[in-house]
């Protein structure tokens, strides 16, 4: 089992910046891909952005390439995204996720089989 833990979330104002982290615990995320997904009020969760176990590969949805940049660090089991000139509509309960294994499907939630609690983000105008 891998246990996620999702932090740094908070109030922030538009255009403004949070860094989320999400740390693993149990099971190492050797080979995991990483995703960070998000859900706001009344909506589906939707994918934001994944990473791959070398930290090369990176992937985004559309709304959030050149704004949102999502890391790692191997050595410290820890995921990161930092999130730049956020917007109203970036207000969601953001979630990490793992997928032991890798699928090509980065973007699919129900490729990933850990899930953090979620972290409240929200964004006033």
């Known amino acids: 089992q891998v246990q996620l833990v999702e932090s740094g979330g908070g109030l922030v104002q538009t255009g403004g910046s949070l860094r989320l982290s999400c740390a693993a615990s149990?099971?190492?995320?050797?080979?995991?891909?990483m995703g960070w997904f998000r859900q706001a009020p009344g909506k589906e969760r939707e994918f934001v952005a994944a990473?791959?176990?070398?930290?090369?590969?990176?992937y985004y949805a559309d709304s959030m390439k050149g704004r949102f940049t999502i890391s790692r660090d191997n050595a410290k089991n820890t995921m990161y995204l930092q999130m730049n000139s956020l917007k109203p509509e970036d207000t969601a309960v953001y979630y990490c996720?793992?997928?032991?294994?890798?699928?090509?499907?980065?973007?699919?939630?129900?490729?990933?089989?850990?899930w953090g609690q979620g972290t409240q983000v929200t964004v006033s105008s």
């Open positions: 996720a793992a997928d032991p294994q890798s699928s090509s499907w980065y973007m699919r939630r129900y490729e990933y089989d850990y």
């Open positions: 149990g099971r190492t995320f050797s080979g995991y891909t």
């Open positions: 990473i791959r176990w070398s930290g090369i590969f990176t």
